[in-house]
C-alpha cells in the first residue's frame, strides 16, 4: 500500500496574561505533544500523517484539546510542499533533523 505522507502543521496564539491561561496554555501544548507534534518554532507544530484520512481524525482530536480562548489553525500539506519550504533566517531544528519524514521514530 502507498501512502501519502503529509504533514499537518498546528499555528496557534493562546492568551497567557492569567495564571489559569497560563495553565490552559501548558496543557494545550503538553496535549498536542502527546499527539506526536513537534514543535518547529515558537508556537508552531508540525506532525507526519500517512494519509488525508489519518489527518481527519487527527484534526477531531486538535479539536477536543483545543482551549476555548485564542486562535488555533491547522494547515496540511504534503511532503513535497513542506520539504519546499524556504528558511530565510536561521535552520531547522534538531528534532526536524532527526525525524525528517518518519511517523515515528525510537531514542
Known sequence: ?????MRMICMFDLPVDTEQEKRVYRTFRKELMREGFVMIQYSVYVRTCPSRDHCNRLEKRVRKIAPAKGNVRLLV??????????LIVGSRNETEKV?????????
Open 77 to 86: 500539506v504534503t511532503e513535497k510542499q513542506y520539504e519546499d519550504m524556504k
Open 99 to 107: 525525524i525528517g519524514a518518519e511517523r515515528m521514530i525510537i531514542l
Open 1 to 5: 500500500m502507498k501512502y501519502n505522507i
